[in-house]
């Protein structure tokens, strides 16, 4: 579903803020992308929602080349960034007919789920108001509704997680889950690592831009009692 293939960038044309990096999400299943400050997340999830051009390589969303086709590759994913970036003067409700329009959801189907997710989230009551009212937790909470509309193929989230208080982040976490178990895909940063090893299929580990590790939870922890937490620490120290 998401392909990267030696991936580099560099701001400075000197380092590379990710170097050579290759990766493969399967169609179904949760990735967690996991690293220290200045890892080289971010950037490489602006390199696959198509905001960066990669210096180096070549990325593909569903078979679409995102830097040749951008138009054709975003219609299969949607992206939630880490800082909730929204045209704030508009109505929430506006706001999810217009992603609703740009992916050309049908009538019913936006309905449905518009009244799905934005219950679950329990922003269904300010849909109303315009979005500059809204705390960070119901902005964050009205981009991933957003995000969930189109049905995505693949689901991709910058550290969806913050901000958000428990019962937010368990109804995300489900909300994840379920658009697994319905055939997408998801591809998500966090810092939360016990989210990590209890959320997803597989981790991908990156440590000053290249790849470390790329396995099951069980897998990267494996003949070991160490958590997660304690192996990714022990991976990313500095010598
Ligand atoms: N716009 C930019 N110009 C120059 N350097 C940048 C820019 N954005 C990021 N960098 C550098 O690229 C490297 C990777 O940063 P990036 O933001 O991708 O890391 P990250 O893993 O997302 O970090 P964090 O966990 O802190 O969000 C860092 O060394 C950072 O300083």
């Known amino acids: 579903m998401l392909s990267l293939k030696n991936v580099s960038k560099s701001y400075d044309n000197k380092k590379?803020?990710?170097?050579?990096?290759?990766?493969?999400?399967?169609?179904?299943?949760?990735?967690?992308?996991?690293?220290?400050?200045?890892?080289?997340?971010?950037?490489?999830?602006?390199?696959?929602t198509g905001i960066l051009s990669p210096s180096e390589g070549e990325i593909t969303i569903n078979g679409?080349?995102?830097?040749?086709?951008?138009?054709?590759?975003?219609?299969?994913?949607?992206?939630?960034?880490?800082?909730?970036?929204?045209?704030?003067?508009?109505?929430?409700?506006?706001?999810?007919?217009?992603?609703?329009?740009?992916?050309d959801v049908a009538v019913e189907q936006r309905r449905e789920r518009i009244e799905r997710f934005t219950?679950?989230?329990?922003?269904?009551?300010?849909?109303?108001?315009?979005?500059?009212?809204?705390?960070?937790?119901?902005?964050q909470k009205l981009l991933v509704s957003g995000a969930l509309i189109p049905d995505p193929k693949l689901f991709i989230l910058d550290e969806p997680l913050v901000g958000l208080d428990p019962q937010s982040a368990k109804i995300l976490k489900d909300v994840m889950k379920e658009h697994c178990n319905n055939g997408g895909t998801v591809f998500f940063s966090s810092h939360v690592l016990e989210v990590v090893e209890n959320l997803c299929d597989r981790v991908a580990i990156i440590n000053k831009g290249k790849l470390i590790a790329c396995d099951t939870p069980e897998n990267i922890k494996k003949n070991t009692n160490a958590t997660l937490e304690q192996i990714f620490l022990e991976m990313t120290k500095d010598e």
């Open 64 to 103: 679409v080349d995102i830097d040749k086709s951008p138009l054709r590759a975003k219609i299969n994913f949607t992206y939630v960034p880490d800082h909730p970036a929204i045209f704030d003067a508009i109505k929430g409700i506006d706001y999810l007919n217009f992603i609703a329009d740009m992916y």
């Open 16 to 48: 590379n803020a990710v170097d050579s990096l290759n990766l493969e999400v399967k169609k179904g299943e949760i990735m967690g992308f996991i690293g220290p400050n200045g890892a080289g997340k971010t950037t490489a999830i602006k390199m696959i």
């Open 119 to 139: 219950k679950a989230f329990q922003i269904d009551h300010a849909l109303g108001q315009p979005i500059n009212s809204f705390s960070h937790g119901m902005k």
